[in-house]
T-cell receptor
Framework: DAKTTQPPSMDCAEGRAANLPCNHS???????VYWYRQIHSQGPQYIIH???NNETNEMASLIITEDRKSSTLILPHATLRDTAVYYC??????????FGGGTRLMVKP | GAVVSQHPSWVICKSGTSVKIECRSL??????MFWYRQFPKQSLMLMAT?????????EQGVEKDKFLINHASLTLSTLTVTSAHPEDSSFYIC?????????????FGSGTRLTVV
């Protein structure tokens, strides 16, 4: 079973920041948090991952709470092409990625 | 960055025939590859984990004799759907593990849409 919970859907205005929350209250100390997104009928695209510290790359920022029980993915300036399903995943002990339901982000003009 | 090539991107086959899907890591060696299945409007479901040179590990409820997985090299894994039936119609996606020390990268293929008629 997936170890994360996410809101099923969110809307965001084009050009504004999209903040996608994820709850992973049962995460263990050495488990990483991964974020992927999937645009319709394509394979998941890697966005970012982290363990404890906040991370930033050219696509997004990942903010992990100090207790590591939740995280937030931030798309700083959402565009229409960011409309997708966003998955927050905790890599398990078997080093597999188990997908939950994800958040369907709709970026609106 | 790491690239995983999956093909075919789509295939239509007759009921009772077999279909092979290939997954290749193009610029890295993948000791572990994963196969997922995704039905419309649902999330990805892990079917099996394949390790190079050994038998695949299947998730509960996935028939190993129906979904044959071969991981003969560090860059190639194949999934064969044997005696396909309409209920096997789905979007199949592979993923390859690109390990760098204690950190793991997972790169996904573009998926294969299988339609069994």
């Amino acid at each position: 079973d997936a170890k994360t919970t996410q809101p099923p859907s969110m809307d965001c205005a084009e050009g504004r920041a999209a903040n996608l929350p994820c709850n992973h209250s049962t995460i263990s100390g050495n488990e990483y948090v991964y974020w992927y997104r999937q645009i319709h009928s394509q394979g998941p695209q890697y966005i970012i991952h982290g363990l404890k510290n906040n991370e930033t790359n050219e696509m997004a920022s990942l903010i992990i709470t100090e207790d590591r029980k939740s995280s937030t993915l931030i798309l700083p300036h959402a565009t229409l092409r960011d409309t997708a399903v966003y998955y927050c995943i905790v890599r398990d002990a078997g080093n597999m990625l188990t997908f939950g339901g994800g958040t369907r982000l709709m970026v609106k003009p | 960055g790491a690239v995983v090539s999956q093909h075919p991107s789509w295939v239509i086959c007759k009921s009772g025939t077999s279909v092979k899907i290939e997954c290749r890591s193009l610029d890295f060696q993948a000791t572990t590859m994963f196969w997922y299945r995704q039905f419309p409007k649902q999330s990805l479901m892990l079917m099996a984990t394949s390790n190079e040179g050994s038998k695949a590990t299947y998730e509960q409820g996935v028939e190993k004799d129906k979904f044959l997985i071969n991981h003969a090299s560090l860059t190639l894994s194949t999934l064969t759907v044997t005696s396909a039936h309409p209920e096997d119609s789905s979007f199949y996606i592979c993923s390859a593990n690109n390990r760098q020390g204690a950190d793991y990268g997972y790169t996904f293929g573009s998926g294969t849409r299988l339609t069994v008629v």
